[in-house]
């Protein structure tokens, strides 16, 4: 398999796992998180939904995870076909297994705890470590056709740019780090908020208004940290700054949401658009982060298996 053929995996994968987060979430906004009360069938003696309204939600939702069981095993097939084969693609890939399959028994134990807030803040946190080791399996997967030159990398930058300086690095990181930290607060938010998938559900002895202002205060240093990174980059003519650029612009457009859904009751259809921007955002952080223009020029040559070259790579 070509290189940029295998690209394409590598993007379905990714979009997939994204795709799963929206259908999750609309599964505890609609009230649907117990419509299926067992597992792995729907019922003690059906394993399709009946029909009726939350069961066929929740059922919905697991059968998506078949789609994402296809997208991670074509990228792990992709992985071992692909020329020259890589072993950091192939260890990356075989981490999206691991990740499923920990998703399918982590949510297991959701249903059978009747949704117990802190499992549904670990079924989305996990979901974001797949999103992690997605993004980074999507942009290492497209090295080749970067370091040949062949088209514009994937933020946007141009082969002729160089990487920042260490302390432009570390800011790169430090928003990966600090983007992680407001993904947990907003868990927190959620396990106290409103919508916890069903009425039986228990919510988090916590005050919303009180981890509302904690993940707001996150996400403002966030966003000064992304554009005083976003300065660096450009003012050094640097790779990544259009990609940090759309972080910011995605943050900003977060905060607007945040702050309505918050003042006009907490509606469903605003924290579906959130946790959707969510997943975006937190893609394009990793991104940012592990991107290939971002590091040094070893770094974006990682090295190949079965004695073959890589393309662009330096004899």
């Not at 078949?66 to 693609?89: F, M, Q």
């Not at 920990?102 to 979901?127: I, K, N, Y």
């Not at 509606?267 to 991107?291: F, N, Q, R």
């Amino acid at each position: 398999m070509a290189p940029h053929a295998y690209t394409r995996l590598t993007r379905f994968a990714l979009w997939a796992l994204a795709a799963i987060v929206v259908t999750g979430v609309a599964v505890r906004l609609t009230g649907s998180g117990l419509g299926c009360e067992d597992w792995p069938t729907c019922s003690e003696d059906r394993f399709v939904a009946d029909l009726e309204y939350h069961a066929l939600v929740e059922f919905v939702n697991r059968l998506f995870t078949g789609v994402v069981a296809i997208a991670v095993i074509a990228a792990v097939l992709g992985s071992v076909r692909r020329r020259p084969r890589r072993t950091d693609l192939i260890l990356l890939s075989l981490g999206l297994v691991a990740g499923v399959l920990a998703q399918v028994g982590l949510g297991a134990l959701l249903v059978l705890s009747e949704l117990d807030p802190r499992f549904t803040m670990g079924h989305f946190l996990l979901s974001m470590v797949l999103l992690w080791n997605a993004a980074v399996l999507d942009i290492r997967a497209r090295n080749d056709a970067d370091a040949a030159g062949a088209e514009g990398r994937p933020d946007g930058s141009t082969p002729g740019e160089g990487p920042p300086d260490a302390t432009t690095r570390l800011m790169q990181w430090a928003v990966l780090v600090v983007g992680g930290a407001l993904l947990v607060t907003g868990t927190l938010v959620t396990g106290a908020g409103p919508h916890a998938g069903d009425s039986r559900a228990e919510r988090l002895p916590l005050l919303v208004r009180e981890v509302a202002r904690v993940h707001s205060i996150v996400a403002l240093a966030l966003l000064g940290m992304v554009v005083w990174t976003w300065w660096r980059l450009r003012a050094a003519s640097s790779g990544g700054h259009v990609r940090m650029g759309r972080i910011a612009v995605l943050l900003v457009v977060q905060g607007a949401v945040g702050y309505t859904q918050y003042f006009t009751g907490v509606p469903v259809l605003l924290v579906g658009i959130h946790v959707a921007l969510a997943s975006i955002t937190w893609i394009e952080i990793v991104k940012a982060a592990h991107d290939p223009a971002a590091g040094s020029a070893r770094s974006r040559q990682p090295e190949p298996i079965d004695g073959v070259p890589m393309a662009g790579a330096r004899p």
